[in-house]
């Protein structure tokens, strides 16, 4: 990653990108702009808008914020931090000054974010032109009388996170089986400092699982469930905040194959697993004084000679028994036993994220999250509603009255795993829901987590997405 360096005064060697809110702000550093590109600065003066004046010999940029000081401005920065990048690579530049004049630091620390996401780069598996393709950049120094070293390094931290985040979603399943996601996992907490359980398929037969095992029964990979927990020394919540990550490490659909080109990105169907680890991680590197409990049930989901059918009725986690209609709702399977086991832990709160349905995606596509939750945890979802807006990792409330419930009713079991062709995204979440004992949210991400080109600061592939809204959640929680 780009190093950061915090500095106390302007570097006349190094290139320059102002954050300013109007024209007055450049009036000390006049010496640094021709005539006429004062001239044009004045004629954008307090526009919401990027000016870009940078050459192979220097780096000239402007960033006008306008007069607002709000989540959509801060949003903006960061998409300007984008075309700030191109501006500056465009001329193969490797180091810069980030200048604020404004007063409020949150403008620094959304460029930053911005920039650094943008900068991402997933090459493992490249042989040819691989030192093309890498980032360039090397460093940032940043004029910020407003923003501690402290406050940096949490930026840093939780950019950090989200690099490893979309590092484990793009990695192919050949390689990230469910044994090496929670090895990459452990790898993760020895970094960050929290602990981590690995449970083997003897665990989970012992733990009842049916959910996880009927998934794996196609699968020549055994399953695993993780169990991540960031406890520290003066944690401030007397029970924990769960998050639970859906970890099918590669999707076929099983018996209930995908058609055609559905299959495709179907290794990234484990984004929510890689945002807990992820998420924590975050929380780790930053010391935040919150007791944090990760679960992750782990499997790759194949039509293999064993594997469960429809018509299959399975006995889960808590006792429930479940019709299978459809194996490729296999995603609420395996979380319905993580969320089962949750209830162990007596939790303030469990938050679940998975890439769990194509109607979530269809419904709000890559702009937002779809979500809902139970009554008990109201407040609690408005909170995460304001860190969705703070990070733009914006979360889309939908209903979750019980009537859904009548879709879900089986003539052979307690309850069927798919309810039919209306209102998926949501009748997934009530399948989730009799799971539960406790305050409860649900995050379908699977519109944002894997993209399959650039938005803004998302890059191609996996994105990473609630790792920023979470570790913002954690810090206000």
Request: proline residues 3%; aromatic residues 10%.
């Amino acid at each position: 990653m780009i190093k950061l360096n915090k500095s106390g005064k302007v570097d006349s060697g190094l290139g320059k990108v102002f954050i300013v809110s109007d024209f007055e702000g450049l009036k000390e550093f006049e010496s640094v702009f021709t005539a006429r590109e004062k001239e044009f600065l004045t004629e954008k003066n307090g526009k919401d808008v990027v000016l870009s004046f940078s050459s192979v010999n220097e780096i000239k940029e402007v960033i006008y914020t306008g007069e607002d000081c709000d989540f959509e401005t801060y949003e903006k920065v960061r998409r300007y931090a984008v075309k700030v990048y191109k501006n500056i690579a465009a001329h193969k530049h490797t180091a810069f000054q980030l200048i604020n004049l404004t007063e409020d630091k949150e403008f620094t620390k959304a460029f930053v974010e911005g920039f650094l996401l943008y900068d991402y780069r997933f090459l493992k598996y490249f042989t040819k032109e691989k030192e093309d393709k890498e980032s360039k950049f090397e460093s940032i120094s940043i004029v910020d009388n407003e923003l501690s070293d402290s406050e940096l390094t949490k930026v840093y931290n939780v950019i950090q996170a989200v690099y490893k985040t979309r590092d484990l979603v793009n990695e192919p399943s050949m390689y990230l089986t469910a044994t090496e996601l929670a090895n990459q996992i452990k790898l993760m907490g020895e970094d960050a400092g929290f602990s981590v359980e690995i449970f083997e398929k003897s665990k989970i037969e012992a733990l009842k699982m049916g959910g996880l095992l009927a998934v794996n029964r196609g699968s020549q990979e055994p399953p695993t469930f993780t169990i991540l927990e960031w406890k520290p020394e003066g944690h401030k919540n007397d029970k924990p905040l769960v998050f639970v990550g859906k970890g099918v490490v590669f999707d076929t659909g099983g018996l209930n194959l995908k058609p055609g080109n559905y299959m495709e990105g179907m290794q990234a169907d484990m984004a929510g697993a890689a945002a807990v680890a992820g998420s924590i991680y975050g929380i780790a590197k930053n010391k935040l004084p919150v007791w944090v409990i990760g679960l992750v049930p782990a499997t790759d989901n194949r039509p293999g000679e064993k594997a469960y059918a429809p018509q299959d009725v399975i006995t889960m986690h808590n006792g429930m028994t479940v019709e299978v209609l459809n194996t490729d709702a296999e995603g609420r399977m395996i979380l319905a036993d993580a969320l089962s086991y949750a209830s162990k832990y007596d939790p303030q709160l469990v938050i679940d994220l998975a890439t769990l349905t194509g109607a979530a995606a269809r419904a709000i596509g890559r702009y937002g999250i779809v979500a809902m939750h139970n009554e008990e945890s109201a407040c609690d979802f408005d909170k995460l509603a304001e860190a969705g807006e703070k990070t733009s990792e914006r979360v889309v409330e939908f209903p979750f009255w019980d009537d859904y419930n009548e879709l879900l009713k089986s003539n052979v079991a307690d309850i069927k795993n798919i309810g039919g062709v209306e209102a998926g995204a949501i009748t997934a979440g009530k399948f989730l829901e009799h799971f539960t004992s406790y305050p409860y949210i649900h995050l379908d991400i699977a519109g944002p987590a894997y993209i399959d080109k650039d938005f803004h600061y998302m890059k191609t592939g996996g994105t990473g997405i609630g790792v920023r809204l979470l570790n913002e959640f954690a810090e206000n929680f």
